[in-house]
């Protein structure tokens, strides 16, 4: 067994610098899905039965396929295309990518947000004159986002999960630093355990946070559906 | 500039291994999970304590720092080689999703309403017989569109072992790449189309489950 405490408070100081930029980069990817998840809501909504089914096809490739590919494709791939490529910088590339899969499945949670709307809410809004604006900024909205936080929650500690897989196109956070370390002393199993430790530090309390919302909003919104 | 079907013949000696870490890990990480989604619903706190502790620090960490913490950590800590690189990666791929999916056992049977548990209770039944013919039953039905989306979940996470050095389709993508720089966007659209394609069955395993799931469980 080749455990050394020192190397392993060694290297605390210097993964913790990396934890920032993986709650920077947790963010930053969220933020994108979360507004580019409205995309597909909308262009699901779409009359044209063809365009909607295209586009939920496109949802689904997106979604089936591995982060990862996507993820060196954006990097590697693109600026090589002609005419549209562009260089990314590694952060840009994995704010890109990633944030761009899981939009796949925010909007999926947006969906089923929306779909609790009961449906006399719907009609309630045509019956009152509102425009398309008014009934969903002011009556669906309202009510579709608020029952979907706790799963818009999970979907935040998934992300924070998925982001060491940045380091493979050189964004240089936790999982990062543990590998330059251990590839320089050969030392892999303090930084690596360091880095465990980290994300799981963080990820649990978050979880039990969750649960907690979760367990709420259901006693919330049941009431309601209950009595309406 | 090399033809698609060069391209192509490349990376399809990749397809091997791709499957292999799949069909292994769906198959490791099934027996995981339903021997673990049924411990935390055991009456034993023992029993219920150390499945807890599992599943909460795998799902707690990233399936990736677990990967290389397997491959790199584990035989530096304590001597173990697991032999080839294929086990690591099956047994890190199958210990996270194991936990992942123990928690969709463990939900589903909770799930079965309590008027199941009381009315068999009332019929008699043992305890065995009441898990074996009335719970499971209903809780399998389920569990298995949920199942199929980590199915689906654990094909992509079988890109990632091309990280430790397994030779799948992803790590054939970027030996071409590295020599055929210019072909780049067409190897990983072509990858991409490949791990599509794989699956493919498995999402129309989940839209099927998806509809079954209803059947046969009772309500309320």
């Not at chain 2, 219920?48 to 799902?59: A, D, H, L, Q, W």
Request: with cysteine.
């Amino acid at each position: 067994m080749n455990w050394s405490w020192t190397v392993f408070f060694e290297t605390i100081p210097l993964i913790a610098k990396g934890l920032w930029i993986t709650v920077g980069l947790t963010l930053a990817c969220y933020l994108f899905a979360a507004v580019c998840g409205f995309f597909w809501v909308f262009m699901s909504r779409i009359p044209s039965k063809i365009v909607r089914s295209i586009f939920g096809w496109i949802a689904e490739f997106i979604r089936s396929t591995p982060p990862l590919v996507q993820l060196f494709f954006i990097f590697y791939a693109w600026p090589v295309i002609p005419v549209v490529g562009v260089s990314l910088n590694p952060f840009v590339a994995a704010i890109l990518g990633l944030g761009i899969h899981f939009s796949t499945y925010m909007s999926e949670v947006y969906r089923s947000g929306i779909e609790s709307v009961d449906k006399g809410q719907w009609e309630a809004s045509t019956a009152l004159n509102l425009s398309t604006r008014q009934k969903w900024t002011k009556i669906i909205l309202p009510q579709a986002i608020p029952p979907t936080i706790p799963m818009l929650g999970n979907y935040l500690i998934i992300m924070f999960k998925e982001v060491p897989l940045a380091s493979t196109i050189g964004v240089v956070a936790m999982l990062h630093i543990a590998n330059d370390y251990g590839s320089q002393y050969y030392k892999f199993v303090e930084p690596l355990t360091v880095v465990a430790l980290f994300f799981l530090l963080l990820s649990y309390p978050s979880a039990i946070l969750i649960s907690k919302l979760e367990k709420k909003y259901n006693r919330k919104f049941d009431k309601k559906a209950v009595t309406s | 500039m090399g033809s698609l079907p060069d391209i192509f013949s490349t990376l399809v000696q990749g397809l091997k291994v791709t499957l292999l870490v799949l069909v292994l890990s769906i198959i490791c990480s099934t027996i995981i999970a339903l021997v673990a989604g049924l411990s935390r619903v055991s009456t034993n706190r023992l029993v219920t304590g150390v499945t807890g502790f599992y599943v909460e620090i795998f799902r707690g960490t990233s399936l990736i720092v677990q990967l290389f913490w397997f491959s790199y950590a584990l035989p530096g800590l304590f001597n173990i080689h697991l032999g080839s690189d294929i086990w690591v990666a099956v047994l890190a791929i199958s210990l996270n999703y194991g936990a992942y999916m123990s928690e969709i056992v463990r939900g589903s049977i909770q799930a079965v309403p309590a008027g199941q548990t009381e009315a068999s209770i009332a019929l008699n039944l043992s305890k065995f017989q009441r898990m074996r013919h009335i719970i499971i039953p209903q809780a399998i039905r389920m569990m298995l569109p949920e199942y199929g989306n980590y199915l689906i979940q654990i094909l992509k996470a079988t890109s990632l072992v091309s990280l430790i050095g397994l030779t799948d389709l992803l790590y054939y993508g970027n030996i071409y790449r590295s020599t055929h720089l210019s072909d780049s966007p067409t190897v990983y659209l072509l990858l991409l189309v490949m791990y599509f394609v794989i699956a493919l069955p498995l999402i129309a395993f989940t839209k099927k489950m998806e509809s079954m799931s209803k059947k046969g469980v009772a309500l309320g």
